[in-house]
């Protein structure tokens, strides 16, 4: 069967990637409504265009459940349905995406679910999916959607990330090409920069007074106060 594109005439946003099944079976049709209702999430037929709190891509959450669980789904569905502006968006692309995001950070959602909501707050899902739509029939608009949302999700998070171990050598490939300098050698200015000020401050206090000024005002220890003004005393020579 030949499959057009569906785009909202309002959102001018694709809808589906691929055509969704005509009917499911009785069973897995009540099971897909019954894990709706839990959010009150309205079922529509597959040729209207949903609006808040509607959704026609019955096919997708039958196949997300059947793949990872109802759990999965119901945390699926409570990511779209319960934050702001997402429970209008609740299409194919979008369920597949989030499905894929809740996956990839696991460990965040289990941990703290609502700071994994609230960051879903600040996600301009609209937007989003319009831009991806661009790349339609280029790139698979599902993956494109979840790495658009992922990285806006790592900026209004403040850095959660997904459960899975950073390769520093990638990082360290990155810094290098973009000129950024890498952790140590950030520590080590930052540490120049301490030996500094406290060669300045020394050579400001009368004898004696050094010693009680670096114990109250400096957090560092006497050794490391001293390896601190070596460094910034060798850079200078």
Known sequence: MLHMNIIDPVSKVSIDDHPEPEKLNT????RVKAVCDEFDIEIIPGNDYPKPGQVRATAT????MAKYGEGHMRLVLSTLSETK??????????????????????????A???????????????????????LSGISHQRHALAGAMYVM????SRGRKAGKDIDYSFMR????AEGMPSPRETNQQEAIALGL????????????EWLPW???NAGVSYATALKYMSLARSVAA
């Open 61 to 64: 959450i039958d196949r997300i």
């Open 153 to 156: 999700l790592v900026h209004y």
């Open 197 to 208: 000020e406290f060669i300045r401050v020394k050579e400001s206090l009368p004898a004696g």
């Open 173 to 176: 490939r990155i810094q290098k």
């Open 27 to 30: 069973g897995r049709a009540a």
């Open 85 to 110: 502006g997402n429970h209008g968006l609740m299409t194919q692309t979008s369920l597949w995406a989030t499905s894929d995001l809740i996956r990839a950070c696991q460990e965040w959602v289990d």
């Open 112 to 134: 703290d679910v609502s700071s994994w909501l609230a960051a879903w707050d600040q996600i301009p899902m609209g937007f989003l999916l319009w831009h991806c739509n661009e």
């Open 214 to 216: 670096l114990r109250d």
